[in-house]
C-alpha cells in the first residue's frame, strides 16, 4: 500500500469524504458532527493522506496542527472493499511517524460515543491510545469521546 499527500482534488477521494460525512450524519446529531468537508481539509494547518493498492483507494487520513507540540487526527476513513485488511493500522502508524518526524508530542482525536465508533476506540487503544478531556476548541458532549497519545 502507498500511503501520500494528497491535494483533495481527485473524485475517488471527493467520494470517501462524502461518504464519512454522510455517515458521521447518520450516526451523530448534526450539532456533534466534527467531521471536515473537503474544504475544509484543505486549510493550511491540515496536511491529508490517501492511502492505494494497486490503483484503488483504500483509505485517508488526515493531521491537523493544533500547536507547536500538539496534533489532532482527522479523517480516518477505510473504503468498504478494504475493510478488514489493516489498512486503518497502516495509515495510523503512517501518522503517528509522520507526527513525531514533524516534532509533535501530543496527538489527539475525538471520536464518537456510539456503538458504530467502537471499532475505531479499540484500534485507538490498541494503538496506545488513552481517554483524555476535550482539547483544543472542544467542548465536553456525550456523543464525543476524545483520546490522545504522546507520540
Known amino acids: ?7 483533495l482534488n481527485g473524485s475517488k477521494v471527493i467520494a470517501l469524504l ?14 456533534c458532527v466534527h467531521a471536515l468537508d473537503v474544504q475544509a481539509l484543505k486549510s493550511p494547518n491540515i496536511i491529508f ?17 493544533l500547536d507547536s507540540h500538539s496534533a489532532e487526527i482527522k479523517s ?6 478494504f475493510r478488514g485488511q489493516g489498512v486503518a493500522s497502516e495509515l495510523l502508524a503512517f501518522v503517528l511517524n509522520f507526527a513525531k518526524d514533524q516534532g509533535y508530542k501530543t496527538i ?8 458504530y465508533f467502537s471499532a ?32
Open 49 to 65: 493522506f490517501s492511502a492505494w493498492s494497486n490503483g484503488s483507494l483504500a483509505g485517508c487520513i488526515a493531521i491537523k496542527n
Open 76 to 81: 480516518m476513513r477505510t473504503s468498504h472493499q
Open 1 to 7: 500500500m502507498e500511503i501520500k499527500r494528497d491535494n
Open 120 to 151: 475505531a476506540r479499540n484500534l485507538y487503544k490498541k494503538f496506545g491510545f488513552s481517554d483524555c478531556g476535550p482539547f483544543s476548541d472542544y467542548k465536553l458532549d456525550p456523543n464525543s469521546h476524545f483520546m490522545s497519545r504522546d507520540v
Open 18 to 31: 462524502e461518504e464519512h460525512l454522510s455517515d458521521m450524519y447518520a450516526t451523530s446529531p448534526p450539532e
Open 108 to 115: 489527539c482525536l475525538e471520536t464518537g460515543t456510539q456503538d
